[in-house]
């Protein structure tokens, strides 16, 4: 790992840290994603323009990043749609049997030292972990 991988990671940690501490503090809401994109989608009553805003930043980061930088995004992968689109199903999915996203049991559950956010983050790690191996050592890709 290179040093500007490292500095990278460590900024790039440290404002999803800040950004979720600003929210919570700010606003008293969690900073789970699931929660605020399924809750615009459901158009649920008081959404408010700042889970828009939210949202358009996650989108908007990666391209800002690009013009900034004037490179690709470190880690990028490029994969078909169908596969991308699988992916999301599957991570929704996993999202509502958790009650909750990585974000939200990950970054704040476990920063409110949560056992139930604790036990969610060594599921998905385990399934993450499985996963990288049946797809790298077990189908070759």
């Not at 983050?121 to 399934?127: E, Q, T, Y």
Request: with cysteine; aromatic share 6%.
């Amino acid at each position: 790992m290179t040093t500007q991988v490292m500095v990278q990671s460590l900024l790039g940690g440290t404002l999803i840290g800040l950004s979720a501490a600003l929210l919570l503090l700010g606003r008293g809401q969690i900073a789970g994603i699931s929660g605020i994109v399924g809750n615009l989608a459901r158009g649920q009553q008081g959404a408010g323009a700042w889970r828009v805003l939210f949202v358009v930043g996650m989108f908007a980061s990666p391209l800002l990043y690009v013009l900034v930088a004037g490179t690709g995004v470190p880690g990028a992968l490029a994969l078909p749609l169908p596969l991308i689109l699988l992916a999301g199903a599957l991570v929704g999915f996993g999202t509502r049997q958790a009650s909750g996203c990585t974000s939200g049991h990950g970054v704040c559950g476990l920063g409110n030292f949560s056992a139930r956010s604790l036990v969610a983050v060594m599921l998905f790690m385990g399934s993450a972990a499985a996963t990288v191996f049946v797809v790298r050592h077990v189908v070759g890709a």
